[in-house]
Each structure stands twice: as C-alpha cells, then as structure tokens.
C-alpha cells in the first residue's frame, strides 16, 4: 500500500541529524509532527477499515464452510432416498461453496496479514511521534535556557553599570561632605571675627563710662 511506503519513508527519516542541520530547529519538528500526525490519522482510518474487511471476509469464510457442510448433508440424504440425481446435484452446489469458502479463507489471510502491518505502521509511528515530541521539548527547554543565560548575563551588565553608578554618587558625596566642611568653617570664621568686633565694641563703652566717671569725681 502506497501508505505504508509513505510511513517507512517518514521513520527511514534521522531525526537528530535532520533537526541538527535545520536552520530552525523547533519549527522543523513541529513541522514533521504535522506531517506524521497527518499520516497518523490516516493509518488509524486505514487500520480500522482493513479490520472491518476483515471481519466480513471471516463472517463470509464461515458461512461458505457452513454450506459446504449443509450441501454435503443434503447430498447424503438425497443418496438415501436413492434419488442419485438430486444427491449429484447437491454436490456440486457443495464444491462450489468449498471453492468459495476457500477464496474467503485466502482472501481473510492476506487481509489479516495487511491488518498486522498496517498495525505495526501505527505503532512505529505513535513511537515516532513521541520521539520527536520528546526532542521538541528539549529544543525547546534548550531556547529557554539560552535566554535565561542572556537575561542574567544582562542583567550581570546591568549590576556592573549600577556599580559604576554608585561609585560616582560616592564621589560626589565626598564633594558634598567637603563643601560642607568648608562652609561650615567659614561660618565659624565669621562668627569668630563678629565676636571681636563685639568685644571691641563693649570694650570701647566701658572705656567711655570709666572716664564720664573721673569727669564726676574730678578725677580726671
């Protein structure tokens, strides 16, 4: 059957070497489980039709054999009541279903025989399709860990540009806490200068009370 050549031509395929080779390898496999579930199906309708067939040939082997015996009866029972021409009758009608009963049993044997193969295609290709599925998983789990290694190798750049990052803030941090310093060493500066003034300031009046008072006491 033109199927079964088909089959043999799909499982004959290497399967490593052709997703290997494949530019992608995930869309090749998906593609070749398409075409072996395509024939999948196709088997399954084959393989149930032959076993139908089968069934009629062997209900049809059963029945010609059945007659066979019944025409034989009826000849032996014609020979009794010595009627020689209806018993000569009845065996002819018995070589003719012999001769049918055994295309029957020819024909049932050779469906028998197309029903086993078409049997073991469905199972090489029920085998086959999980083989594939089981490849196709691990291209897949091998995509996956692909990006996983590129997301965190982004993500490492990321951290190390984040690092660079945080040295300039402290860079800058340590310009703020100088500034700070400076500043605030400037505003001790001028408080230092503001209080001389001040003292100088209190020294010049007391000097100014001290002589109004010798004025007074005539003292001065």
Known sequence: MAILGRIRDLISANVNAMLDQAEDPERMANEYLRQLTNELYEVRTNVAAAMADETKLEQRRIASFAEVTQWQTKAEAALRAGDEELARAALSRKVQAQKLAEQYQQQETAQEEQVNAMQEALVQLETRIAEVK?????????????RTQEAL????????RVSAIDKLDQLEERVDDELARAEAMARLEQGSLEARFKDLDQQTEVDSELAELKRKMGMA
Request: hydrophobic content about 40%; aromatic content about 0%; cysteine-free.
């Open 134 to 146: 089981a490849k196709k998983e691990l291209i897949i789990a091998k995509k996956n860990r692909a």
């Open 153 to 160: 190798q982004r993500t490492a750049q990321s951290v190390g």
